[in-house]
Structure formats: C-alpha cells, structure tokens
C-alpha cells in the first residue's frame, strides 16, 4: 500500500480551532456526503492525557473524501459518571451495514471532579489513572448517519480477570461480514500487580453485530515479545483478512510510529507482509513540499466500489510526538491504482 499513497491536500482532512483532534473514519451517508467522524477536546487541557476525561465523538462533513471537513455537531457527549462511557467517548470506528450505521469507540468515567486550567492534570493524576483503568469498547446503532445514535449501558467487550485484557480494551478495529457477523481487533492491557502492563492485541468475535462479542484467543493474536503494535485497522479480503496498524518501535516497518501491513487466512494467525511497510510519517503534500509529522496514528481506510481509495490518519505537528504538540488534525491521503 505504501506505494499507492498520493500526495495530501494542504487544506483538506480536519481541524477545529481550540481543540485537539484525533482518530477519525470516514463514511459515504444517504445524503451522499462524506461524513467524518472524529475525537475532539479542548486545548485548556493537555493534549495527552486530556482526552481521557474530555474527548468527545463528533462528527464532520464533506463533498469529497479529502475534505475539508466542516464540524456538524457532537455525536457521543458526556452523559454522568453513572454511565460507563460517561465521561469521555474517543477511538470512534463508523461503519455501514445495509441500513444501518454502526460506531464502535472506546468509552470511559471516573467519579472526580473535571480538569481545570492550571491545577495540574497530568498522567499521574487520580483523574487520569482511574478514567485510563476504565477504558472499554462499545457500540452505537443508527438509522441515519444523522442520528440518533442507540448507546448501550454496558460495554461490548468488558475485562476479564486473569486475562491479557483484565486492566482495558480500547482502540476497536471491526470487520462486518456479508451476514452481519464481526470480527473485533482490538488493543488490551493487563493487571500486573496494582499497575497495568504493556500494549496486546486482541480479537473477538459476534454472530450479529449486537452481540455478544467473545474472545476468541486466550492468547494477544501478536506475541507481544515481537510485536509492539497499536491502533490496528482490518478488512476482509478473498483469501482471509489484511491489517495495517502503527509500529510503535519501528522494528517491524523500519519507521518509529510509522505503519506496518499484515496478512491472515483466519484474522488470529498474522503474518507480516514481503513489504512490511503500510505508511510513513513522512508525507508528501499536494504543493510539492514534504514533512515528517511527530505522530500519525488511528489509520482507517476508506473503501469504495471494493477497494481502498483514501488513507485518514490522526496526525501532529510535534517534533517529538505528543509531548511538543501545537496541532492535532485528521489527515486525508488519497491512494492511487
């Protein structure tokens, strides 16, 4: 895939002014506009870990694929600590099935106060630590890519104790199948004493989208001792199922945070492609400059007609990933033949 990347439009993909955007996926809608939906939070917290206890799903739109895409309304608010998913809503995944939409995303909530300016919130805050331990994966129906949107009050994929996934699930990669069965790649943590350990991946699997969602290896589908990987997106393919996702050492594709491509006849037993590289931090734009962005992570691809037509990215302009960010944004790159 990496040789079908085609310049980015300066102006095209995703900003708002006074919030940090991430994630992003993309889809055609009935009223044959593309909609974009997305992760926002304000700039009056941190960009990491703001959105743990502030990110909120929207949504966007545009005439074309590359956008740009113009904000349209919030699609996951906040809805009280009560609820799961009731204080921060991140990781969205939309997806058209017949005459449904379905978003998947990673919700979270905590019973403390909300972050203000200036008192210090940060990755060792309680806030923080317990809104991270909550993390979890649901899912949201719609009729109308316009809403309103079906949340559930309970996640779709929950921790399990003793599991690679006992401390959370989050960044969702399904794959809906012709007859309405799901294939779930997913990211997890475990416990490890009173902390959490590192990065897995896990996959799960749901005879309709509904559910319910079961674990299918009682294993991480990638051994974690030769992959460190996050953010995974998968498709179906004739001969089984394909993935990209981010490397995050950059063992794998060669790149730090860039892209690798992988192949499966059954979406548990994965194998890296003879070009294990998917995309690069390094991108081109449309007027003839390049640049190497600190992060671009979240990869989606957007298929048309059967096949991947556009590469959407959360991306910044960091020199050193998150911790120097001044810009977050959903980057479009059109891929060629």
């Known amino acids: 895939?990496?040789?079908?990347?085609?310049?980015?439009?300066?102006?095209?993909?995703?900003?708002?002014?006074?919030?940090?955007?991430?994630?992003?996926?993309?889809?055609?809608?009935?009223?044959?506009?593309?909609?974009?939906?997305?992760?926002?939070?304000?700039?009056?917290?941190?960009?990491?870990?703001?959105?743990?206890?502030?990110?909120?799903?929207?949504?966007?739109?545009?005439?074309?694929?590359?956008?740009?895409?113009?904000?349209?309304?919030?699609?996951?608010?906040?809805?009280?600590?009560?609820?799961?998913?009731?204080?921060?809503?991140?990781?969205?995944?939309?997806v058209k099935f017949r005459d449904k939409y379905l978003l998947y995303y990673m919700g979270s909530t905590h019973p403390?106060?909300?972050?203000?300016?200036?008192?210090?919130?940060g990755l060792n805050d309680p806030r923080c630590i317990v809104a991270r331990a909550n993390k979890r994966i649901g899912l949201a129906v719609s009729d109308s890519v316009f809403g309103p949107w079906k949340r559930l009050?309970?996640?779709?994929?929950?921790?399990?104790?003793?599991?690679?996934?006992?401390?959370?699930?989050?960044?969702?990669?399904?794959?809906?199948?012709?007859?309405?069965?799901?294939?779930?790649?997913?990211?997890?943590?475990?416990?490890?004493?009173?902390?959490?350990?590192?990065?897995?991946?896990?996959?799960?699997?749901?005879?309709?989208?509904?559910?319910?969602?079961?674990?299918?290896?009682?294993?991480?589908?990638?051994?974690?001792?030769?992959?460190?990987?996050?953010?995974?997106?998968?498709?179906?393919?004739?001969?089984?199922?394909?993935?990209i996702a981010k490397d995050m050492n950059g063992d794998l594709c060669g790149e730090k945070y860039g892209g690798i491509h992988a192949y499966s006849p059954d979406g548990l037993d994965w194998q890296l492609s003879a070009e294990p590289r998917s995309y690069s931090r390094t991108i081109r734009w449309d007027d003839g400059t390049s640049q190497t962005l600190g992060n671009m992570e979240r990869p989606f691809l957007l298929f048309q007609n059967g096949r991947p037509t556009h590469l959407f990215a959360a991306v910044s302009d960091g020199k050193k990933g998150f911790s120097d960010a001044t810009e977050t944004w959903n980057i479009v790159i059109p891929l060629g033949e």
Not at 24 to 36: K, P
Not at 167 to 187: M, Q, R
Request: glycine share 10%; aromatic share 14%.
């Open 153 to 243: 009050d309970t996640p779709i994929l929950d921790t399990r104790p003793g599991k690679f996934d006992s401390f959370l699930t989050s960044n969702p990669a399904p794959c809906v199948h012709e007859d309405g069965s799901v294939l779930v790649i997913y990211k997890a943590r475990k416990y490890e004493g009173n902390a959490h350990g590192g990065m897995t991946i896990g996959a799960a699997r749901a005879d309709h989208y509904e559910g319910p969602y079961r674990v299918v290896s009682e294993q991480p589908i990638f051994p974690p001792e030769r992959f460190h990987l996050e953010d995974p997106f998968i498709w179906k393919t004739e001969a089984g199922y394909e993935l």
């Open 1 to 94: 895939m990496f040789n079908r990347l085609l310049p980015a439009p300066r102006g095209g993909g995703f900003r708002m002014d006074g919030y940090w955007v991430w994630c992003g996926s993309a889809v055609l809608g009935e009223d044959g506009r593309y909609h974009l939906f997305a992760s926002r939070w304000p700039k009056s917290v941190p960009m990491h870990p703001g959105w743990l206890v502030y990110s909120e799903v929207v949504r966007a739109v545009a005439d074309r694929p590359e956008g740009p895409y113009e904000f349209q309304e919030v699609v996951l608010p906040a809805r009280g600590a009560e609820y799961w998913d009731g204080r921060s809503t991140h990781n969205p995944h939309i």
């Open 112 to 121: 403390l106060p909300d972050p203000v300016p200036g008192d210090g919130y």
